[in-house]
Structure formats: C-alpha cells, structure tokens
C-alpha cells in the first residue's frame, strides 16, 4: 500500500480554502485572506490526541472520541480547521492526516522550529510577518484590525483575527522580545523558506526524542515519530504498548507496499496468560 499524498484541497469542515467560517453562524460577508479562529496550541492539541491514540489517519468521529467532543460540535470543527490551517493535518470527506510538519511539531527536538513553521502557514500571519519584518506591528486593537481587514479580513472578523493571532503568535515564540513586533525565536534560522513549510520530507532528527535513543536520519518521518516516541526503559503498561505497535503496523502499511501476492492486516492484542505460566 503506497503512502498516502499530502496537502488534499478539500477539507472535513467543508471551509473554503480562501476563508474559514465560524461554526454556528449564518451567511456572512467571507473573509478573503485565510487564517484560523482557533489559535496555534489548539491546533496541537489535534494532532497531539490523534497521536496518543495511534491515528496517522482516522474519520472525524474517532477524532472527537479521542478529544473527548461531539464530531458535530463546533468546538471540534474549530479545532480541527484551525489545524487544517496551521498546516498539522490533511482533510477530505471523512478523513483526517496527520502532516509531516505534525510529527515534526510532536518531536522535542523539532518543536521550537516546527512551531514557527507552522504560524508561518497560516496565510494571514505569514502577510504581516513578511510586511512588518524587523518593524513594530500596528498599535492595537483598532490600527492592527485595519491591517487585518486590508489583508482581506471580513470588518466582523477582525477582533476574533486578532485575538487568536496574539495567542498563536506568543505560542510559536515570535513576542518572546515583546508582543509588539514579530521575532523568531533565537537558535532557529533567520532565512524562512519563501513559501509557508507543509513537513519535514527529509526525516527526524538523528538524536531521540521520548525515547532518547539514535534513529537514523533517513529513515520515513511517520516511523521515526514512533521510534522517538518508545521509553528507554522503566514501566510501559500493556496498553500503552498496544497503542504504539499499532500505529506502528498502521505507518508501515503507509510506508511500505506488500507482496504482490500478500492481503491481510496486522492486528496487534494483549491474551491473558495461561494457567501454566501464572
């Protein structure tokens, strides 16, 4: 089975690709700049809980089960667009991936700059970031909206923009110096790529992350997350270790193509032990 290709135009929460409507509400003028309601650590928080429960890929309702919300629910469409358009995950009718750029956000050893790539996607954020680099921001709230609204923000949106623009922006690091400029966090590279990052295609650091061990450099991101995931030892409930093999046999089977001849799926259980070994 061949991996699964990233970046689907479509998405879950049936939001245009140039707007994101906000649950609930009637028609209204739309947005013509794409930015998120919800802001960069509730973007995350999806890509976190569809870890945690062994999804690389999964339809919206074992989403919501895992985050503990209604699929019908607007808290859950909120989040889950705003990870849309943070870039962590792909959407199509019924269907939500994990992204590589959500691997590499949920890897300790690429989060700081993972984090900023991520606000650097949101197509609002990466506007004034390339228009007031190195310069103060509009004083706020009322110059700031302006701009959002010159960028293309509906005149109702802009405070909700704003809003979750601060947060997600303190989030990623950029007010680490102050709230009134953006800044890179400091260690990362100056020179942003010219168009917003979508992943690591190039794999996980060599150095582990949860599990400290080495993995190779070139091994697939999806079975590096894993590997960096494993502890290096002490207690791993049974549970826990389920979890993690079967997002293990899921990746491989994104990863890697079986024999021509091979069906099935590898199913992975805990059997109580017999009699004799108790």
Known sequence: MKRRATRMNTDVTADKPD?????GKGARLQSSVQFPYGDLESAVEVATAMFHHGYNECAPDQLAAAMNLQSSGGNFRQRVSAARIFGLVDTSPGR????D?????????QKKKALVDAFLSVELYRKLYDDFRSK???PRPAALER???QYGVSPKQTDKARQAFDRSAKQ??????????????????TQVPSEPAGGNKGGSSAAGGAGGGNVPPDLDPLISALLQKMP??????????VKWLRALAMNLSFVYEAGDQETGEIRVSVE???PSKQ
């Open 272 to 274: 109580p032990d017999s």
């Open 172 to 189: 990623a690091g950029f007010f680490n110096h102050g709230n009134d400029r953006l800044v890179i966090p400091g260690g990362l590279e």
């Open 101 to 109: 750029l959500a691997y590499r956000v949920l890897d300790q050893n």
């Open 96 to 99: 939500i991936a994990l992204t």
């Open 19 to 23: 707007t994101d409507a906000q649950p």
């Open 147 to 149: 701009t959002f609204e």
């Open 232 to 241: 290096t030892g002490g207690n791993w409930p049974l549970s826990e270790r």
């Open 136 to 138: 103060p921001l509009p």
